[in-house]
């Protein structure tokens, strides 16, 4: 039981470059989310999926795109890398999206774009 | 709106006594629920305890628990006989019924236990 699994890790990519976060989770939880972390600004949501076939824009989407393949997987793409987005990104789920469900994190990938 | 404040970026504590990591709330939602999460050097956030708006007692897990004052809006963190691992940054946040799937998070605060 993995929990919520993240690759990659770590990434450095060149402005303009695409690449995708994949996340996946074994918990059977209906809710995923994407945040991104950055030095004194605590944690901010990207996207989420309430559930399976839904996505759905949070705090900061701008410059992003979300998938919800199944139920376990929610990738997080980046269509054209700006510097602005070097940020450390957290995928998390929870079982539903009421106000007292716990959502469990992933371990984070650090992105570097330069 | 929903808003999550921590005002102390940071705290230093002795080995063995107890800290208060503050959070302080602003809502209109009915009902929510307050999260505290630990974020080590690691990396990793690891959630740590959970209070909704209506229970009535303070919540409790081991060395945690929440001083949950509603009228106040304050839902404040005490970790009793600190120990060395409990170094880390460590996070408030609040997840409301209307606005159920987002988490909003304060800014944390980095927490140092001294020897």
């Known amino acids: 039981n993995a929990g919520v699994t993240q690759t990659p890790k770590f990434q450095v990519l060149k402005t303009g470059q695409s690449m995708t976060l994949q996340c996946a989770q074994d918990?059977?939880?209906?809710?995923m989310y994407w945040y991104r972390q950055d030095p004194g600004m605590g944690l901010r949501l990207i996207y989420y999926?309430?559930?399976?076939?839904?996505?759905d824009k949070g705090e900061v989407p701008n410059g992003y795109n979300v998938s919800r393949l199944n139920k376990r997987e929610f990738s997080l793409r980046l269509e054209s890398a700006a510097p602005s987005q070097t940020s450390v990104y957290f995928c998390?789920?929870?079982?539903?999206?009421?106000?007292?469900?716990?959502?469990?994190f992933g371990p984070g990938t650090r992105l570097l774009v330069l | 709106a929903q808003k999550i404040t921590q005002t102390q970026p940071g705290m230093f504590v002795q080995e063995k006594e107890a800290v208060t990591l503050d959070c302080t709330y602003d809502?209109?939602?009915?009902?929510?629920?307050l999260f505290w999460y630990k974020q080590p050097s690691s990396g990793e956030m690891i959630f740590l305890i959970y209070?909704?708006?209506?229970?009535?007692q303070n919540a409790t897990e081991g060395r945690y628990s929440l001083n949950f004052q509603k009228a106040r809006k304050s839902a404040n963190l005490v970790i009793s006989a600190s120990q060395l691992g409990d170094s880390a940054m460590y996070f408030c946040?609040?997840?409301?019924?209307?606005?159920?799937?987002?988490?909003?998070f304060g800014t944390g605060t980095s927490l140092t236990v001294i020897p």
């Open positions: 998390a789920s929870s079982s539903g999206p009421g106000y007292q469900e716990t959502q469990y």
């Open positions: 918990m059977n939880h209906n809710s």
């Open positions: 999926s309430a559930s399976e076939g839904t996505t």
């Open positions: 809502t209109s939602d009915p009902s929510y629920g």
């Open positions: 209070q909704g708006s209506y229970d009535q």
């Open positions: 946040a609040m997840r409301g019924t209307n606005t159920g799937n987002q988490f909003y």
